[in-house]
């Protein structure tokens, strides 16, 4: 009973560090996303993927790339770190017939 | 541009007692709705989705609305537990791909033993 599954669940960044926030999901959905949380901010889509091969920018895409790597998997990548992208990352991805959203457990990224 | 409103941002109520929250949005043509849990520290968890042609969904104690005219949903708990303590999100699909969807900032629910 997996869903969508993130890694790794925290992380300590230097500012300029690069990493990659991996995700999966075993639904066999088309559509994945990635948002972040902050307080006060609500949930903010960074990247979407409707299916396996294309990529489109959310509403805070900058400092961010992303990989639709096959069906299952979608990858979002800091390739240098900065303190403002300190937040909780979700990956999230969703039912094609439905349009319900299924999240994973999220990842705490701090940037120091 | 879609906005979604939950009023109140904090709610404190004691055991057993049934209540509402309530989900508000801008624009009334939607593709559905959603609500979520999110526990501190924890993902969302999907809680009901209502698509755009249904009035009401139930979940065990849990019952959500959606009056698409007057871009209102409520969502009822009856009988609630310690255990319902947590913020409570609603989500608005407007349509248009991931970007048609837009996020109330939750209402933070605890529930007094």
Known sequence: ?112 | KQEVTQIPAALSVPEGENLVLNCSFTDSAIYNLQWFRQDPGKGLTSLLLIQSSQREQTSGRLNASLDKSSGRSTLYIAASQPGDSATYLCAVHSGGGADGLTFGKGTHLIIQP
Not at chain 1, 28 to 53: K, V
Not at chain 1, 87 to 105: K, M, Q, R, W
């Open chain 1, 1 to 112: 009973n997996a869903g969508v599954t993130q890694t790794p669940k925290f992380q300590v960044l230097k500012t300029g560090q690069s990493m990659t926030l991996q995700c999966a999901q075993d639904m066999n959905h088309n559509s994945m996303y990635w948002y972040r949380q902050d307080p006060g901010m609500g949930l903010r889509l960074i990247y979407y993927s409707a299916s396996e091969g294309t990529t489109d920018k959310g509403e805070v895409p900058n400092g961010y790339n992303v990989s639709r790597l096959n069906k299952r998997e979608f990858s979002l990548r800091l390739e240098s770190a900065a303190p403002s992208q300190t937040s909780v990352y979700f990956c999230a991805s969703s039912a094609d017939n439905t349009g319900e959203l299924f999240f994973g457990e999220g990842s705490r990224l701090t940037v120091l």
